[in-house]
């Protein structure tokens, strides 16, 4: 009998010990889990964002982001508002192509704010795209510039996308990370240290 309960015992502690590191190594693993995953540096920053829970939803989506300098983040969080800035342009460009073949007087008119917030687009990704290039050759000066640049152009889009729930919560999220953009410019500027 003895013998029965000794691999019973045994059993059941491999099974609490198995369930536990499983937990553990699951909850060490949730993007969300913050504490983990923290750095100071995307801390400072996202708490000079208006929103600082979607501040470091944005980073730490990027595994780099725990460990990342001034030099890491910029790279992502710049990347990030440019893959945002394409999949929105791209959103519209398919719009404005389904619209030409059903063509009314509303959809003349939902045609014309497309193509203006298309040109808006396109400006956001150059000034975006010259962001990601400067940073590949270590030029920092026009980062805060490049950002704001495709926030403002972002809002121009905003009144005319009012009508798509889609369109406007991708507009709003460049705005947002144009903001980090812009938050993250201020760490190559001379007074870094009021950042943080």
Known sequence: ????????????????????????SKNS????????????????VCKNTSNFQFCQETIYADPQAPEADRYVLAYITFRKA??????TSKHIVALIKNMTNNMGHEKIIQLGSLKECNGYYNEALKV???????????TFD?????AVSAGNNA????????DDEILSKKNQDLIK????????SKLYDSDYGSLI
């Open 1 to 24: 009998m003895a013998t029965i309960k000794f691999p019973l015992y045994f059993f059941i502690l491999s099974a609490f010990i198995i369930s536990s590191t499983l937990c553990i």
């Open 29 to 44: 693993l949730n993007p969300t889990n913050y504490d983990t995953l923290s750095n100071e540096l995307v801390n400072q």
């Open 82 to 87: 440019y893959q945002n800035a394409t999949s």
């Open 128 to 138: 975006l795209g010259q962001a990601l290039n400067d940073l590949n050759s270590d």
């Open 142 to 146: 026009g980062l805060g510039d490049y």
């Open 155 to 162: 809002r121009k889009c905003e009144p005319l996308l009012k």
């Open 177 to 184: 990370l144009s903001e980090i953009c812009n938050v993250v």
